[in-house]
């Protein structure tokens, strides 16, 4: 019994240990005023980890401690998507983002990512749709890896069409489920008849006479 208490011990220990550490590391690229790692602490993480601020795994690292403001890590979500990650010295994190990428990338992750991606962009009070230039770029982003062919196809129609000027969730995530079920460019199993965002019937159209 004895032996088994001081096992426990040493390993909560060892997790207090962990936590110091990773609170040591959120201080080093914290805001002293705001205690909150800013734009500025995220572009320093970045290059300590020698990843682009750009990088979709940094879109990934935020979703993983579940960040609410874009741009901005508190010391809760730090704590909580590090500690996850076991990411307590900077070595360690960029190890760990690999095997991030594959976590985000299984397909029931995915989805929930998809989904976290858009809400992370909406930066202001009670926004619920975001503009067509910035959902070109996360798009890309996010998708662009996956689906390049039709990525690429609904952001040139995108940049071209006058009928909408944002994007809200449903048709972001009615694009998602666009590219898992429609084969691509045929689309010869879309119907517009099955509940599908106005935005990609208009799309479908277009396509298609562009192809024809």
């Not at 809760?76 to 360690?92: F, P, Y």
């Not at 989805?111 to 798009?139: H, N, P």
């Not at 429609?182 to 479908?204: G, K, Q, R, T």
Request: proline share 3%.
């Amino acid at each position: 019994m004895r032996r088994s208490s001081t096992r426990k011990t040493a390993s909560s220990k060892a997790t207090t240990k962990e936590l110091e550490r990773i609170d040591q590391l959120f201080h080093s690229y914290a805001n002293r005023s705001s205690n909150l790692i800013d734009p500025e602490g995220i572009e320093a993480l970045c290059s300590d980890v020698e990843v682009d601020h750009t990088d979709v795994r940094i879109l990934m690292l935020a979703w993983k401690m579940k960040a609410e403001k874009q741009g901005y890590f508190t010391l809760e979500e730090w704590r909580r998507g590090l500690k996850a990650l076991h990411g307590d010295t900077v070595n360690k994190l960029k190890k760990a983002l690999p095997e991030l990428e594959k976590e985000v990338r299984r397909p029931t992750n995915f989805v929930d990512f998809y989904s976290y991606a858009f809400r992370y962009c909406l930066t202001e009070e009670k926004q619920k749709s975001i503009d067509i230039e910035s959902i070109c770029e996360l798009l890309d982003l996010v998708l662009g890896s996956q689906f390049r062919a039709q990525v690429d196809s609904f952001v040139e129609y995108l940049k071209i069409q006058n009928d909408y000027k944002v994007i809200n969730m449903d048709q972001w995530m009615g694009f998602f489920r666009f590219c898992n079920e429609i084969s691509f460019p045929e689309m010869h199993n879309y119907d517009p008849e099955l509940a599908w965002p106005l935005i990609l019937d208009n799309f479908v159209e277009w396509s298609r006479a562009k192809h024809s």
